[in-house]
């Protein structure tokens, strides 16, 4: 943002913070109103969670033709993504097109944090101000933080006294990083660490996997997209997407109908090869109903890809380290290209940190329990205070004072994703009671912007000047959230979708399971109903309410 532009825009109608897929969309959205927006973004430029996560082998695990915006047909015709899964570079000239094309970077003022944002009820406005002290006014305030952008930082004791570099994977340097011929442990087993190990495993001289506990992996099957297949693709497009914006998982595959118990052994056999052989992250999850619901459905699954990790893996006894117990798809399942594989080759070892956790951090590297790893580089894959942890860190007060922090102090709550009760006027993207992480994140990203901007054109035209989730409405939807949850086997395991990685961090599943056709659904008609469930009101000093 231009100077001119940051003095002249401390009074503005939105404030978006963040510049990922939400932040623009937001921006872009909220111009098309003719509203002054004013966007804070803490990374030097676009991208998001595709600025930061640069490392060694980041990949999308959503196809690059569904993970791309569908609101602008021309966009879409002009760009050409090269393969069925995007790595990150790819991603982020996606993003850096989209900001220069829509004119998008003059509304951000880049490497600036925000400090606080502090509701004021007499002027119905907020306050936010950024950690270069500027002071923003605004009538609303889009927080387009990302799920996945708060990395968890190491805590290991010695870290400071470890002479080499290290390294998170969710905050990785912008300059190249040298690993060719380097000693390097990993540590951490989720997407995160499966990619950059697989990545590197070939080019540095020693790698040392250290794992807390085993995920599974599906295989990519990754591969180059020809034109033939992007024309045909896009010829119907609007179909498809049609189809993605009222699935479950916000992709275009068919939701399955059938459980894996009503089909003989052989059948199920034969549909898990099949989606070996189809790849990604609905490999084992594409022919069934029921893998998510059931016991020995998840069994079922869980059998075979323990056997595939056995037929990929030479040695037997690293096989079993890296076969997972836990129920298939509880912890995000990763997908890759070739991560087991790399186990046989002799420049790789796997620490079972279960049997030898790590004692402490020295000059030349990691100490665990059994032996002395001297490495030159350690990378921290350990992942995210997910879902919430963004917002979480900024000073954020609503009604009264009340702090979103305080709001959570239960675990994070919010009515349909995009308010939490007590913070008028201050829209989530994907918040809690979303099918966020569990969806395509633009299908939902897109839906939830498409909604925020319609509430908003209808406030505007019948002179309300507060929006706010009831704290009824708001108990009724996690409610059900957790309800539809606990359906599941997803809260019984130790995953950051429950913030089960976070010490001390009440549990709670606050992801909407059904996924996003019945979550659109259910917006829709609350919108229909009157925006039910949200209080609407001029902002008299009677709070005329419109709505409840
Ligand atoms: P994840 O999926 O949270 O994975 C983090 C990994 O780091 C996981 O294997 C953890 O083991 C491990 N971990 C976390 N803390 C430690 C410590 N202190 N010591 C050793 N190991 C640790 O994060 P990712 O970044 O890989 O992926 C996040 C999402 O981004 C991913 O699912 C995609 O959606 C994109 P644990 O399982 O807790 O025992």
Redesign the pocket.
């Known amino acids: 943002m231009t100077q001119q532009a940051a003095n002249e825009d401390t009074r503005a109608d939105v404030v978006v913070v963040g510049a990922g897929f939400a932040g623009l969309y937001a921006v872009y959205r909220m111009r098309t109103l003719g509203l002054s927006v004013y966007g804070i973004e803490r990374a030097p430029g676009v991208g998001g969670t595709w600025h930061w996560n640069r490392y060694p082998g980041a990949r999308c695990?959503i196809e690059s033709l569904d993970y791309c915006y569908g609101f602008d047909d021309e966009l879409l015709a002009e760009w050409r993504w090269t393969e069925r899964y995007a790595a990150q570079p790819e991603i982020l000239a996606y993003l850096d097109h989209v900001a220069d094309r829509f004119d998008l970077r003059p509304h951000f003022e880049f490497n600036t944090s925000v400090a606080s944002v502090i509701w004021n009820e007499a002027t119905k406005s907020w306050l936010v101000t950024t950690d270069h002290g500027e002071t923003i006014e605004c009538a609303y305030v889009i927080m387009a933080t990302g799920n996945?952008s708060s990395p968890?930082p190491?805590?290991?004791d010695g870290l400071n006294d470890f002479k080499g570099t290290w390294l998170h994977?969710?905050n990785w340097p912008i300059e190249p990083v040298e690993l060719a011929g380097k000693k390097v442990a990993v540590?951490?087993?989720?997407?995160?660490?499966i990619q950059t190990c697989t990545a590197i495993a070939p080019i540095v001289d020693e790698l040392y996997v250290?794992?807390?506990?085993p995920?599974y992996s599906m295989p990519a099957q990754n591969r180059p997209l020809g034109d033939d297949e992007v024309n045909s693709v896009l010829a119907n497009y609007r179909e498809r997407r049609t189809i993605c914006e009222w699935s479950d998982a916000g992709t275009p595959m068919p939701d399955p109908t059938e459980s894996a118990l009503s089909v003989s052994a052989q059948e199920r056999r034969r549909r898990y090869e099949q989606g070996w052989q189809m790849g990604g992250i609905s490999s084992l999850s594409f022919a069934f109903n029921d893998m998510f619901r059931s016991e020995e459905a998840n069994g079922f699954a869980q059998d075979f890809a323990r056997e595939q990790i056995r037929s990929m893996v030479q040695d037997p006894a690293v096989a079993e380290l890296l076969s997972p117990h836990h129920h298939i798809g509880t912890?995000?399942t990763c997908v890759d290209t070739g991560y087991y594989q790399i186990y046989n080759q002799p420049n790789v070892h796997l620490v079972d940190?279960k049997s030898e956790p790590?004692v402490r951090m020295n000059p030349g590297g990691i100490e665990t329990t059994d032996q002395q790893i001297d490495v030159d580089v350690v990378i921290f894959?350990?992942?995210?205070d997910a879902i919430t942890g963004a917002l979480a860190d900024v000073d954020i007060r609503g009604v009264d004072g009340f702090t979103l922090n305080e709001a959570w102090a239960n675990g994070p709550v919010g009515y349909l994703g995009v308010q939490v009760a007590g913070f008028p006027n201050l829209f989530t993207i994907t918040g809690p009671g979303s099918p966020s992480?569990l969806s395509n994140m633009v299908i939902s990203i897109e839906q939830h912007v498409d909604w925020i901007t319609e509430a908003i054109v209808h406030m505007r035209a019948v002179g309300f000047k507060r929006i706010e989730a009831t704290g009824a409405a708001q108990e009724r939807w996690m409610a059900h959230v957790v309800e539809l949850a606990n359906q599941t086997l997803y809260p019984k395991a130790?995953s950051?979708y429950v913030g089960a990685?976070i010490p001390g961090r009440q549990r709670l599943f606050s992801v909407y399971i059904a996924g996003c056709g019945p979550f659109r659904a259910e917006c829709n008609r609350v919108v229909e109903a009157g925006y039910e469930g949200f209080e609407l009101s001029r902002g008299t000093s009677d709070r005329e309410s419109a709505h409840v």
């Open positions: 695990d996945l968890q190491p805590a290991i994977t969710g540590v951490g087993t989720g997407s995160s660490g250290l794992q807390r506990t995920n912890k995000r940190l790590i894959a350990i992942g995210f992480v130790n950051w990685n």
